[in-house]
């Protein structure tokens, strides 16, 4: 039998200023929370214990890396607290451990905050687990999506761009790789097929990205969340969250999972190696002409088009080598793409991309 269907996560709001009604929000799941704060926004514990008043607050500053460890030092915390929520604030690495920590504490209810919008994360039941040395061990499917995702565009209009650049790149890969899954008729991260609602968020994820992104970027360069900077900020987060997730995911996250095997990369983020996934997929497949449209797209939105944009100066073909074998693994979601694609072929994309 053929199942198809969408997830999502079990609300999700976005404007300026929801910070300040975390506890108000998060207060029907339960009142006694653990709060793993990311290390990077630790300026904003004071706004976060304002916001989630009423709910009892434990808060944890999160350690870096999803990494098993920082799981378990998260599962400790919250069973000591005897948490009924836990709420995650922050980026994708630190979101991920909260998913993760709610699962382990039994599957309790998870709030997600997240004060970037640099990846798809927020909004998914998937959670990237990494090694120490920050290559990726294993992704991790949760039974069920955050109960709750609150987005504060004010938060997110005051990082850094580089920050929302690299969301786009995250969901620059969403149309790709779920159309690749549609044409492969390959499962979802979650076994079903993708809907053709899956798809259509797919679609308009790409289509706002493709439209507002240049704009957006110059919103968050002057701290405003403007009207192209919210619609962006929806598309990385729940567009492409919803759309990766129920539609599928293939050749660019595949390639980027290689990437992360080279030290080189470690201090780049998750959208800008997917981005050169996109533009490595794209010649697989021996699209050219959408190649050079993509790559221009990617300049003007602050992404990477070469491989010495991600720190990777000296291109050897043992590092392409490296990075195509993790690629292309078997079980990959490379086996995704509606061709079978080769360790060869991901090493004579990238070197076109030296």
Known sequence: MRVTGARFPGRYIQAPGLLARLGAEAMPLGTRALCLLDGNVTFLEEAVRRGASPLE???LVHGGECSQAEI?????????AGAEIVIGIGGGKTLD???AVAHRLGGVPCVIVPTIAASDAPCSALAVIYRDDHTVDHDAFLPRNPDLVLVDTDVVAKAPARFLAAGIGDALAT??????SRRADAPNCWGTHGSPLAFEIARLCGDTIFEHGAAA???CDADTAGPAFEKVVEANI?????GFESGGVAGAHAIHHGLCELPDVHHHLHGEKVAIGVLAT??????RDEFAQVRDYCASVRLPTRLADLGIAEVTDAKLETIAARACRPGEIMENEPIRVTP???VAALRELA
């Open 175 to 180: 149309w790709y790789e779920a159309e690749s």
């Open 238 to 242: 729940l567009l492409s969250g919803a």
């Open 72 to 80: 378990d030092r998260g599962v400790e915390a919250g069973t000591a």
């Open 344 to 346: 060869d072929m991901v």
């Open 217 to 219: 970027l110059a919103e």
């Open 57 to 59: 607050l434990n808060l």
């Open 282 to 287: 794209l010649l697989i497949h021996g699209r």
């Open 97 to 99: 451990t909260a998913k």
